[in-house]
């Protein structure tokens, strides 16, 4: 199945380039451009059609694959895809999910949209995040930590959610970060679904990556195009439920699922999360709403404290490569292993902490911030 992930890669990927090609000219005919303001570093007006690019090619590709495998030959999947025909029954079983994936996806998109050319306010992009992530533990059994029980499972399934569709949102605030990022975290799941022969998790994982990519190369600085809300509430519900999906179980392995292997999200995500969980923070210390955009993002941090955009954007990268590789083997370590990859994750954060704390930022920086 890892050719056709690749296949799926490389579709989305030119897919969305062109999608994005256009969606960007048709941000500029239509008006629909981001303003430089007090909480923005860009100094120019940029389109702000990304998101749709990513949107549409995801749900399109989504869609064909659910389409084909109900009503293509069997003939033209051996042809095709030979792998996959063992798979084709899995796939139609997984219809509802797919579709329960789509809606909420749709949704999510139409309210970003909707907040990119006029400003919703935080609560009603929250209700849609809870809308669409108790549809999918509900109805579509997308749970977390099941056996704690019926209601405490989809409480926790609903915050996990939450909490990945933001974390997501509150990077999109620099030229490639929020993009490269998704790239980088949704690559390493995929790693993991392929090693523990997930494959419909890693195909919708490698349609993630190719759709988040070729945008990606007319988002990285200086970027000719953004993709808002529109685009990263989508790319945070997809990345919640593939990390949600996947059961990180070693399907050779004699020694059964271990208990540390629930953590992988957690790792793969670590970045991003230290980014939601700190500025939440610094927001409810300063008596402000945690969902109110300001510039005390992780990388405006990483600004004041003096390096460039393009510096802190790919010190985040790297944070995130870092702290999320050793999550592909999380399922099948041994218990010290998985010690030292959740260790190496904290230690990670702990000297990012640590950083922010101890390199200061002159008085201008610090007022502009506010």
């Not at 629909?32 to 990513?54: E, F, S, Y």
């Not at 400003?119 to 929250?126: A, N, Q, R, V």
């Not at 995040?129 to 509900?138: E, G, H, K, N, Y």
């Not at 007319?218 to 990263?232: E, Q, R, T, V």
Request: net charge positive; with cysteine; proline share 4%.
């Amino acid at each position: 199945m890892v050719p056709a992930c690749i296949v799926l890669m490389i579709v989305s990927l030119v897919v969305s380039c062109v999608l994005t090609w256009v969606m960007r000219a048709v941000g500029r005919r239509t008006g629909q451009m981001d303003q430089p303001g007090r909480r923005k570093l860009h100094d120019r007006a940029v389109p702000v059609t990304g998101g749709v690019a990513i949107f549409l090619t995801m749900g399109s590709i989504i869609a064909a694959i659910l389409a084909a495998a109900w009503w293509l030959p069997m003939g033209a999947w051996e042809w095709m895809s030979p792998d996959a025909v063992p798979h084709l029954q899995g796939m139609r079983n997984q219809t509802l999910m797919a579709l329960a994936l789509l809606g909420g996806m749709l949704v999510l998109h139409l309210v970003g949209l909707i907040d990119d050319r006029r400003d919703l306010g935080p609560f009603s992009k929250l209700a849609a995040q809870i809308l669409a992530a108790f549809v999918l533990a509900t109805w579509c059994n997308v749970r977390l930590m099941e056996q704690w029980g019926e209601t405490p499972s989809i409480l926790l399934t609903i915050f996990w959610f939450v909490a990945i569709i933001n974390a997501v949102n509150f990077l999109d605030n620099m030229d490639g970060l929020a993009g490269g990022v998704a790239v980088i975290c949704a690559s390493i799941l995929m790693a993991a679904a392929l090693v523990n022969e997930q494959w419909f998790v890693a195909g919708l994982l490698a349609v993630l990556v190719g759709s988040v990519a070729g945008f990606l190369f007319f988002n990285l600085p200086p970027a000719s195009i953004f993709m808002g809300d529109a685009g990263s509430l989508v790319v945070g519900l997809v990345l919640a439920f593939c990390s949600v999906r996947i059961t990180y179980h070693d399907p050779t392995s004699l020694r059964g699922t271990q208990w540390w292997a629930v953590l992988t999200p957690l790792v793969v995500l670590a970045i991003p999360l230290y980014d939601l969980t700190s500025v939440t923070l610094i927001r409810i210390s300063r008596g402000r709403n945690p969902l109110v955009g300001d510039r005390q993002h992780f990388s405006h941090r990483l600004v004041r404290k003096g390096l460039s955009a393009r510096a802190a954007v790919g010190v985040i990268w790297a944070c995130t490569l870092a702290t999320g590789l050793g999550g592909v083997m999380l399922s099948s370590a041994k218990a010290w292993q998985a010690c030292v990859i959740v260790l190496q994750a904290g230690v990670i954060l702990i000297v990012l902490g640590l950083l922010e704390r101890t390199l200061g930022e002159s008085d201008e920086d610090r007022e502009r911030s506010k």
